[in-house]
């Protein structure tokens, strides 16, 4: 099993940026990939970004240019970097974790949620 721990969501204004973190624990042996996904009050849960070991990165094309998967593969975190963000960012955002980033992987988060709004 692995476990993931999300922290970093909050409210902030339209055009701010905040960071989110997750770390795995458990056994990140069988992971290959990490990503952060999101889903917003009455809508589907949608990949934000994902990335390989490897350092191949995967993003759905509204936050291109404006969102930024990074890793430490040392401390099994990935992280998520928001800049400009607007109103339809906000959902709640999940870490994932599994074997690759054409599909989300079998572990998930709790969520924390990201508010943008004046």
């Known amino acids: 099993q692995v476990q993931l721990v999300e922290s970093g969501g909050g409210l902030v204004q339209p055009g701010g940026s905040l960071r989110l973190s997750c770390a795995a624990s458990g056994s990140i042996f069988s992971i290959n990939a990490m990503g952060w996904y999101r889903q917003a009050p009455g809508k589907q849960r949608e990949l934000v970004a994902a990335i390989t070991n490897g350092g191949i990165t995967r993003y759905q094309g509204s936050v291109k240019g404006r969102f930024t998967i990074s890793r430490d593969n040392a401390k099994n975190t990935v992280y998520l970097q928001m800049n400009s963000l607007q109103p339809e960012a906000t959902a709640v955002y999940y870490c994932?974790?599994?074997?690759?980033?054409?599909?989300?992987?079998?572990?998930w988060g709790q969520g924390t949620q990201v508010t943008v709004s004046s």
């Open positions: 994932n974790a599994g074997r690759g980033i054409v599909r989300a992987g079998d572990y």
